[in-house]
């Protein structure tokens, strides 16, 4: 199972997650969330990032300035987390990036609309609905994932941390499970992850 932490901002805090090795990190580039990092101030990292895939997140954002973003950080993956249609993944796909696309999660979601993204995206990420592109802290119900049918491998996210994470076998059988997505719970404070949670919940799934 892959390990993504996301929303990472502060240099010496990022430093002491890539000491884990999770397999993703991610960098928040939407000014709207408590852990937006502008591209000059994740430019100015001196840091090393080998052995770990670096993921750029975006909310309704433009063709123009994710490439310009990606491009000059250095991202292969793109983490599109708003309202982006099956064109606008397509069109990013089509210049080699790999495409995550997020999806929020409720009693109302129609899993049906995903055959539209599966030709034009690497993998889906399913993440707690919220009226704000999500950020809950709160887990949705996992037993709506047992409507997904497609093959594309599955980030999951939403309230992950270590109270729930040892349910996950049973999500795994259900679905193509191919990552974990990590933020708000293992927090000190948004953006300022706590290293010893860290720790622990990678050790706990590395070796489940």
């Known amino acids: 199972m892959k390990i993504k932490i996301c ?7 990022i430093r002491k997650i890539l000491a884990l090795q999770p397999d993703f990190i991610g960098f928040i580039f939407y000014e709207k969330s408590q852990r937006y990092i502008s591209l000059d101030d994740f430019l100015q990292l001196e840091t090393n990032f080998v052995g770990t895939n670096k993921v750029a997140v975006f909310v309704n954002e433009s063709v123009k300035n ?7 950080g250095n991202f292969k993956y793109i983490q599109l987390h708003g309202n982006e249609t099956p ?3 397509e069109e990013l796909k089509y210049l080699d990036f790999k495409i995550i696309k997020a999806f929020g999660i409720d009693a109302a979601f129609d899993f049906e609309i995903l055959s539209e993204y599966q030709s034009v995206c ?14 809950s802290g709160h887990q949705f119900d996992w037993d709506l994932l047992n409507k997904y049918i497609l093959e594309i491998p599955v980030f999951l996210s939403g309230g992950l941390s270590e109270t729930n994470v040892t349910d996950i076998q049973r999500i795994n059988k259900q679905i193509p499970l191919f990552a974990l997505d990590f933020n708000s719970k293992l927090e ?3 953006g300022l992850k706590n290293i010893e949670k860290a720790k622990n919940i990678i050790k706990l799934i590395k070796h489940s």
Request: glycine content about 8%; hydrophobic content about 30%; proline content about 6%.
């Open 7 to 13: 929303g990472m901002r502060e240099p010496e805090n």
């Open 66 to 72: 994710i490439i310009k973003t990606a491009t000059l």
């Open 87 to 89: 064109e606008f993944c």
């Open 122 to 135: 690497d993998y889906f990420l399913f993440d707690t609905k919220t009226k704000d592109y999500g950020g």
């Open 188 to 190: 000190d404070a948004p």
